[in-house]
Every structure is written in C-alpha cells, then in structure tokens.
C-alpha cells in the first residue's frame, strides 16, 4: 500500500478564507517532503518543499509543517483564491538527497468557492 | 524554456499494438522519471534514470521499457499494449536534491 495518505479527499472552502491540506506518511526515513499543485489536464506543478531537518517553510501564502513525532504534513493556503482550485498532492522521498523515488499520496480536491 | 515536453498528448492503440511516449527536456537536468496516474489517484513510478546510459526500475515497470541515450530525452515504450496500461503518462526531470519539473501528461487509451 502507499505510504504516503491524506485525511480528507476533498476541501471546499469560501473565497479569503485559509484553507488546510493534511497529509500522514509512515515511512520515517523519508527525508525530503514536496506539495503538488495539479489542474485540470496539466501536470502537476512544484508549490513547497521541506526538508526533515526542518518544522516549517514558508512560500508566497502556503506554509508547509512537518510533524516528524506523528508522522504529519500539512499545507496552509493563506487568503485562498479561486485560482488555488486544483488537486494537491504531498510527496515523501527515500532515497536520500538523490531526490528519487517519490512517493504521492492520492491528493485532495480543494475547491474555492467565490 | 520549454521545460518538460510531452509527446503525443492523445493517443488511442489497440490491444497488442506498440508505442513509444516521448519526453524531453531543456533544462539540463540529470534525474529524468515516468510516472502514470490512474483517475482519482495519485502518480505511480515507473522508470528512473539518474544520467544518460543508467536506467532503473520504479514501483511499476512491467510492460515498460525506456532508454536513456541523450540527457535531453527519455522515452517510454509500450510493447504490447493492453487494457491495464490505460493512463496518463507523466514525464518528470530534475537536478540532484531538487524538486521534479513535470510534463503536461501524455493521455493513453487502449481498446
């Protein structure tokens, strides 16, 4: 089975407001965990990345925390837009900074609702 | 930059018949990967190669055979296509450590 999951499949929440994706992973020398932005008929597009020696990193509105304790990761989308609608899908790495292999989860559909 | 290009992005084959996926890159990157993805799923690996002349195998390679002779290119090929093969194909590069650029996916059906 895959190591890498989400709690919630789909996410809908109104226009301004922050929205959060969760993800769980069980393989704890995973080292290296990315966010994937996927729109319709596209393929998916890099949004953050953290490292395990790391709690948090923060981008252009998304935040991504690392929970190594629980095995958590989660991505906040801060003043959610119309335009964040899309699947995102979280990544865990095994192979060591050689950054192949990745592991996805099954994503989460974030609609926005104007 | 291009980035990563996907070639075709449609194709439709029939049981048996035999295709090869194109993807290249301008970017040079020496981590190239294929993944598919299955409807409502997340994106399974295929085949990996770190530079030209090395590839290897990912969590799914049966029915699948790639090369890796250009750091440019890395097709995929189908040799005996069949039902189960159905998906959207994606083609990924990198750098050592870095996160993957992907494709826009190469939609596969086979009737």
């Known amino acids: 089975g895959e190591s890498v999951g989400l709690h919630l499949p789909t996410l809908s929440v109104q226009e301004g407001d922050n929205s959060i994706i969760n993800c769980a992973y069980s393989n704890s020398a995973s080292d290296y965990f990315i966010w994937y932005k996927q729109e319709s008929g596209k393929g998916p597009q890099f949004i953050i990345d953290i490292r395990s020696n790391m709690d948090k990193r923060q981008g252009q509105r998304v935040t991504v925390l690392l929970n190594k304790t629980v095995k958590h990761l989660s991505l906040q989308i801060a003043a959610t837009q119309p335009g964040d609608s899309a699947v995102y899908f979280c990544a865990e790495n095994i192979g060591g900074s050689s950054n192949y292999k990745l592991t996805f989860g099954k994503g989460t559909l974030l609609t926005v609702n104007p | 930059n291009a980035g990563v290009t996907q070639t075709p992005k449609f194709r439709i084959l029939k049981i048996g018949q035999s295709m090869t996926l194109q993807c290249t890159q301008d970017m040079n990157h020496n981590y190239m990967y294929w993944y598919r993805q299955d409807p409502g799923m997340g994106l399974k690996l295929i085949y990996y190669?770190?530079?030209?002349?090395?590839?290897d195998k990912g969590e799914v390679p049966n029915g699948y055979n790639v090369s890796r002779s250009t750091t440019e290119d890395f097709p995929l090929r189908l040799e005996l296509a069949a039902p189960s093969q159905t998906s959207v194909y994606f083609c990924?590069?990198?750098?050592?450590?870095?996160?993957?650029?992907f494709g826009d996916g190469t939609r596969l059906s086979i009737l």
């Open positions: 190669s770190v530079g030209a002349g090395i590839t």
């Open positions: 990924a590069s990198s750098l050592r450590g870095q996160p993957q650029h």
